[in-house]
Structures are given as C-alpha cells and as structure tokens.
C-alpha cells in the first residue's frame, strides 16, 4: 500500500509540475528561474542525503558529479539539438540529461571503488581531491571550451522538467531506503563493523549509494546546463559541494522532507542578499552558523538529542 500511495503522489507532482510548466510563460521571469533553481537544488541535495545522511559516507565530490553531467548533456544538446525539429528537442533534452547522468554514474563508480574502503575525514579528502580533478580536466579540455567553458547552451530547463526530476528523484530515493535492500544503507550508517558481521557488505553498499547519488548529481548538473545556458569549471568548485552538503546537514542527515525543505529556504534566502554584493557570503555563512549553534542536529530533526546523529 505504501509503495502504491508514493506511486500516486509521484504522478501528481509530475502532473502538477508539467501543468504549472505549461503557464510558466505568463509567470515573472525571475521567479520562475529562482523556482528552478529550487528544484535543481533538491536533485543535489537529495542525492547527497542518500550518500551522506542515510549511507554515512561523507561526500565533498558532488559538484564534480554535477559537473560531468552537466558539461556531457550540454555537449550533446549543443551538437545534435540545436538543429534539430522542434518535437524532436525534448527526446533529444531527455536522452542528453540520462547520458550525463550515466557518465556521472561511472565517475562515481570510478571514485567509488578505489576509496570507499577508507571513512570520515580520509573519505572526504579523497572525494573532495576527486570533485578537483574533475574542474581542471573541464578546465582545460579544449573539447568543452577549456577555461571559457561552454556557451550558447539551448534554454530548455522548465518548471516541469526540474520538478518533475526532482520528484522522481525523491521517489527512487525513498523507495530504495525504504525497502529491504535498503535497510543495508541504515546498517552501514549505525555501524559498518556490525554490519559487516551480519554479513552485509558494506563497500558494496556504499558504492551503490555513490552511484546512484552521482547519477541524479549529474541529472541536476545537466537541468543546471540548460538553465543558466552557460558552464564554466568555476561554477563547481569546493564551495559548490560545501552549499549541497549545508543542506543536508541542516536539513537533518537522513530526513527526506528536511532536505528538500532546508534546499528550498537555503536557495531563496541567497536571493535578497544579492543586494549586499561582497557582503553577501559573509552574511549567508553567519546564518548559518546561527542556525547550526541553534540545531546542530538539524533543522527538521525531531526527537533526537541535542548533537546526535542523524
């Protein structure tokens, strides 16, 4: 029963996302980008929490995930999609946003494999070098325009394709955690030695989080590609990976609803404070500092103890 209500509340956010998308034109234009901005954020923040929250791997190496899917889908729309027919443009979108997040897939796997075996500050140091590597292969590949980056990227991005991915990725999230396979994520987020002795293997899991978590990272980075029609390597730094994991920190690691909700506000509060010019960022990271010494177990993170893990 429960996977038939999330199947029904899967198709009504799609519906309602696709039917919202089709008015969006008489919508203000900034609004409706910050709104897709709002659902991009959602994808990255909610697959991080797969990776972060339910798995208890720390990531810094997500921007690099979004960044190869964004760079290969905007490759693919820019050779083959902005010749092509007008019905043919989104077949050609939704084929270009899976393939950049079947190569993010493999990148994961590819970091995956080799590092997963190592935790806490080790695992963060080699994801965090990973996330690097991948900025400064863009950087300078003259393939995908080297330090300029990538222009001219066709606009496709709409209300109904970000929210629309973004429920999906929440409904594939939820229903793998939450099934039996998926108990052996919270196994190895308790304790991975306890796990591996109740004979759950826990590199195996946490390569599947990754990989599923790089792969909706590169959905996201191919949605961002074709909403801001611009790529450069600068726009996935560390500090893109550090705003994805803010999220899920304050979200609550581990709690679905938080992430999305700590996604929507930190991504609306940084709109005001563009005013503030330089200021800005100091002002953001004194918020949330204030808001970690008031919940350091999260926002929307209920019935714990003060300092307990997600």
């Not at 929490?49 to 899917?69: D, K, P, R, Y």
């Not at 929440?170 to 396979?181: A, M």
């Not at 330089?278 to 204030?290: E, G, K, W």
């Amino acid at each position: 029963m429960m996977h038939i209500g999330a199947k029904r509340s899967l198709l009504t956010a799609i519906l309602i996302a696709v039917v919202v998308s089709l008015f969006s034109a008489h919508f203000n234009r900034y609004y409706r980008d910050v709104a897709i901005d709002v659902a991009i954020n959602i994808i990255l923040a909610v697959s991080l929490n797969l990776i972060l929250g339910h798995t208890g791997q720390f990531s810094l190496g997500h921007a690099g995930f979004m960044a190869v899917g964004g760079y290969i889908a905007a490759k693919i729309t820019l050779v083959f999609g902005v010749t092509a027919v007008a019905w043919a443009q989104p077949l050609i979108f939704l084929g270009a946003l899976l393939v950049g997040g079947i190569v993010a897939a493999l990148a994961g796997l590819a970091v995956g494999v080799p590092s997963l075996r190592l935790r806490g500050d080790y695992l963060a140091i080699v994801t965090l070098g990973f996330g690097e590597i991948i900025r400064v292969i863009f950087q300078t590949s003259e393939t995908f325009g080297a330090a300029t980056g990538l222009v001219a990227i066709p606009k496709w991005t709409t209300l109904g394709w970000g929210f629309g991915i973004a429920a999906i990725t929440v409904y594939v999230v939820g229903c793998l955690v939450n099934s039996t396979y998926g108990r052996g994520f919270i196994a190895v987020h308790d304790d991975e030695i306890a796990a591996g002795a109740m004979g759950i293997n826990p590199v195996r899991y946490k390569v599947t989080a990754f990989v599923i978590g790089a792969f909706f990272a590169g959905v996201a980075g191919g949605l961002y590609a074709h909403q801001k029609t611009t790529l450069s390597p600068g726009g996935f730094d560390f500090m893109k990976s550090i705003d994805i994991v803010v999220m899920v920190i304050l979200g609550g690691m581990g709690n679905t609803a938080g992430v999305i909700a700590a996604a929507v506000i930190l991504t609306v509060v940084q709109e005001p404070l563009r005013a503030l010019g330089p200021l800005r960022m100091v002002v953001f990271a004194l918020i949330i500092i204030v808001l970690m010494m008031l919940r350091p177990q999260g926002l929307f993170s209920f019935g714990k103890k003060k300092g307990a893990s997600a």
